[in-house]
């Protein structure tokens, strides 16, 4: 018996509803496994323990962690210092476990812990039930065990007092303030100054009535530094910024052009129309299309990725390197790729007027936009034009062009259009966001901020590389290939309650949300709205995460029951995986499989864990620019002016959202000085006590910038002098 199959019998048998709490030793006999693999038993029990996934009670008993009553997972801390405990899915049904400051102990912002229930229930009708509230009943725990500790290095800026040095990190969810440790040698010297940025390597902490303590391993510079703030992100979330040497003397190994024998190995596309829609300062270039009519209605249309398998070797320097990595990070003044340049840029992007080497989808559509047959083949194209997003919406808008290319760019939003119908008529959510760009000059200052609608150039690209994603996911799991799926499971109906309510507040009235066709009815609702972002942001939280597994459990924002991502690895890990299962299905599976399923589990985990790192610093990364832009704004005689829309409101101001920048802030209600305002819980609204105006939710202000906290990432806006709408 494999190391995976034990696992899942230890987990089975902790599970029985008739199981009772037993020693290891009693444990290996109800496992019945010979005696040759007991040490394998005991190594895996072990390995259980030590992330959480088994737990001892009453000193050796061994059972699952819901069934004495623990939880499992990752602390999510607030600044004001409570927490909550993300658990794992599996041990608490996904409901978050409420940690007051008095019960966080020693754990950190993002620590891997257990924590003991003290508030909630177990449905008893439900043997083996996990841990859970009432509808709007919270759960209330206490940390008992760190399992892993995220912050093994801290980020912060150095500060002193009479007695000793300390790091104030810059994770505002990181309450403690790190004591440095003074290095030994002559002089005692830390090698770096008072408001330096600095890198603390953390000691053991265990006793919460002190503070943790740490040593300066890299001093990053003073905070006004040119990229600073940038270089401060990437140290934080420990990515990686350079490649080792091993990786770009093998990249640079590679050929500089394609050779004409790989192209005779190939359907050679060369010939055809394609073309490529991308960002205008995109570096890298996956995908490529082409169309053309059927004389039957419909369209032929192909969807060309980028090979990189073909370059990148299971198990060579690029391959680790790039699996590590897991994906790009596109900071607003550099990129961090998954590949190397000559590979990224070059070799593996997908340019005009140069040959390239793809795997392709090659789709029969008919003219309702139905796919009815679509095939795999290892091509050859050359791209014939670049269009960047504002210029393939300019030419989709212009009816008097009437070009080859712009003929082809609106046949191919016709199909794309009738797709799309198809795919929201089958119940897929309108998630869909525009971007916030934030424009670096050459010091790394942000001088502009700029907001990219989601328009038809987007959904064009969008709607073909879905089908191509599904078509490979249909294929490998229709011929049971061992692979990665891009999954995204239902929401909890208790999430989605608390969801609606919040939206009551904005004046919605809506049905059962847990319907799908109440939800697109909401989101058509507020479609266009300046509270579109706040509402759909809200909605993307009482979601779950999308991730990355080896068994395909449907998307359900997508409304897909097989659904996988192939059409971008340049920039993902997980669509290199899938191309490399893809090749071995079109070569009739000769050989073996390239990944076995624990691998690919482990690469699932991996690669969703970066996936989420790279969206926080990246998030991260932007705020911190608009919070510079904004310093500088208030800093400036003449200010500009916002407008705004009240998202909350409290008895000290209005919470505010900035919908052309995506940006939140708070009006103080000290601000507002033409009346004495007062708060009306009832009514959610402020008023003036004189002039009787009222401020709540969904109302539209004008504001200018006041202040800005940069520690706490905070803005501060007063009303501009012409006031609400």
């Known amino acids: 018996m494999q190391s995976n199959d034990l696992k899942d019998k230890i987990q089975q048998v902790l599970a ?80 978050d476990v409420y940690i007051a400051a008095e019960n966080v102990g020693v754990a950190m912002h993002k620590d891997t812990v257990v924590c003991r229930l003290i508030r909630g229930r ?12 009432k509808l709007g009943q919270k759960l209330e725990g206490r940390i008992i065990r760190i399992l892993k500790r995220n912050n093994e290095t801290i980020v912060g800026t150095l500060q002193k007092t009479n007695l000793f040095h300390f790091v104030v990190p810059d994770e505002p969810r990181i309450i403690q303030d790190i004591y440095v440790k003074m290095p030994e040698g002559r002089k005692k010297k830390l090698g770096a100054n008072i408001g330096d940025k600095v890198v603390v390597q953390l000691e053991p902490w265990t006793s919460r009535h002190v503070n943790p303590e740490g040593r300066i391993i890299e001093v990053l510079g003073r905070p006004d530094d040119p990229h600073i703030d940038i270089i401060c992100i990437i140290r934080k979330f420990r990515l990686p910024a350079e490649f080792p040497p091993e990786v770009l003397a093998e990249a640079e190994a590679l050929e500089e052009e394609v050779s004409a024998a790989e192209v005779r190995n190939r359907l050679d596309l060369t ?35 980028a090979d990189v398998s073909h370059y990148v ?31 990224s840029n070059g070799l593996c992007s997908l340019k005009p007027n140069v040959v390239r080497l793809t795997k392709s989808v090659l789709f029969e559509i008919d003219a309702h936009g139905h796919v009815e047959k679509f095939s795999f083949a290892n ?9 960047s997003y504002q210029e393939a919406l300019k030419r989709l808008e212009d009816p008097h062009d009437h070009s080859e290319i712009g003929v082809l760019l609106k046949e191919a939003w016709k199909a794309a259009a009738k797709i799309r119908g198809l795919r929201f008529a089958h119940g897929s959510l309108d998630l869909d966001f525009p971007e916030i760009k934030v424009i670096c000059d050459e010091k790394g200052r942000a001088i502009r901020i700029e907001k990219r609608e989601y328009d038809i150039s987007h959904q064009l690209i969008e709607e073909l590389m879905l089908i191509a994603n599904e078509a490979v996911a249909r294929a490998t799991q229709e011929n049971e290939l061992p692979s990665l799926y891009r999954i995204h499971e239902d929401p909890d109906a208790e999430k989605l309650e608390e969801y609606r309510e919040f939206v009551q507040t904005y004046g919605f009235k809506i049905g059962d949300i847990t319907n799908k066709k ?17 509402l759909k942001l809200n909605l993307l939280k009482s979601l779950k995460r999308a991730a990355y597994e080896e068994h395909p459990k449907g998307h359900y924002g997508l409304a897909k029951e097989n659904y996988t991502h192939f059409t971008s690895p340049i920039r993902r890990y997980a669509d290199l995986v899938v191309h490399r299962v893809l090749a071995f299905f079109m070569q009739d599976k000769k050989g073996g499989a390239p990944y076995a399923m624990n691998e690919l589990a482990a690469i699932g985990d991996h690669v969703s864990m970066t996936e989420r790192a790279a969206a926080e610093a990246e998030q991260e990364a932007v705020k911190l620019k608009q919070i510079e832009y904004f310093e500088r704004q208030t800093q400036s005689r003449k200010r500009d002016t916002y407008m705004a829309v009240v998202t909350d409101v409290r008895n000290f101001g209005l919470f505010i959202e900035l919908p052309d920048l995506l940006l939140s802030g708070l009006v103080h209600i000290s601000t507002l000085q033409d009346d004495f305002y007062k708060f009306d819980a009832l009514k959610y609204h402020i008023i003036g006590k004189e002039n009787g105006k009222i401020y709540k939710v969904g109302m539209k202000v004008k504001v200018v910038a006041t202040k800005v906290d940069r520690f706490k990432r905070q803005i501060d806006f007063k009303l501009a002098d012409d006031g609400a709408d």
Request: proline residues 7%; charged residues 30%.
């Open 122 to 133: 177990r449905d008893s009708d439900k043997p083996g039930r996990p841990l859970q509230g």
């Open 16 to 95: 029985d509803p008739h199981y009772r709490p037993s020693r290891q030793s009693e444990l290996l006999k109800l496992l019945k496994v010979p005696s040759h693999q007991q040490g394998e038993v005991r190594r895996i029990l072990s390995q259980l323990i030590n992330e959480g996934k088994v737990v001892c009670v009453r000193k050796d008993r061994l059972v699952l962690p819901s069934e004495a009553d623990l939880v499992t997972g990752r602390l999510v801390m607030n600044e004001r210092g409570f927490g909550f405990v993300i658990p794992e899915e599996k041990t608490a049904g996904g409901a």
């Open 271 to 305: 010939r055809e129309v394609v073309f490529t829609i991308d960002p205008e300062d995109a570096r890298d270039f996956d995908d490529a299309i082409s169309i053309r009519h059927r004389k039957e209605g419909g369209w032929h249309i192909g969807v060309h990725i």
């Open 518 to 534: 109440e939800l697109q009815k909401l989101l058509a609702m507020f479609r266009g709205g300046p509270e579109e972002y706040v």
């Open 379 to 387: 091509t050859a194209i050359h791209s014939r034009h670049r269009f």
């Open 313 to 343: 070797r299971p198990g060579s320097a690029l391959d680790r390197e790039a699996r590590l990595r897991g994906n790009s990070v596109y900071l607003p003044d550099r990129v961090l790729p998954m590949l190397p340049e000559k590979l």
